[in-house]
């Protein structure tokens, strides 16, 4: 059974910086984009940073410049560095996986982790 793990989020002030984590564990396969949401309260899950199998990262416009998706393939590790943290990223944040394997469709999500930022 695939699972995504996050951890690392938490409390934070204005300013400050919280790097996330996200193991994946249970897949026969390698997979390709990996990718960070967030969804605040009474808000749409919205993408904020996606990196591909080679290693190049995309970013939602609110994040650019201020956080960095890395992944690390030999620990099948996932993690978004979050600097200059504002109150408006106050979310929960999902790890996901999406792609295509063997012609099949697949898509996986992390149970969230809280980052609060407190201004």
């Known amino acids: 059974q695939v699972q995504l793990a996050e951890s690392g989020g938490g409390l934070v002030q204005a300013g400050g910086s919280l790097r996330l984590s996200c193991v994946s564990s249970?897949?026969?396969?390698?997979?390709?984009?990996m990718n960070w949401y967030r969804q605040a309260p009474g808000k749409q899950r919205e993408l904020v940073a996606a990196?591909?199998?080679?290693?190049?990262?995309i970013y939602g416009d609110s994040v650019k410049g201020r956080f960095t998706i890395s992944r690390d393939s030999v620990k099948n590790t996932v993690y978004l560095q979050m600097d200059s943290l504002k109150p408006e990223d106050t979310a929960v944040y999902y790890c996901?996986?999406?792609?295509?394997?063997?012609?099949?469709?697949?898509?996986?999500w992390g149970q969230g982790t809280q980052v609060t930022v407190s201004s």
């Open positions: 996901n996986a999406a792609g295509v394997y063997a012609k099949h469709p697949y898509e996986y």
């Open positions: 249970g897949s026969k396969f390698r997979f390709g984009s």
């Open positions: 990196i591909s199998e080679g290693g190049t990262g």
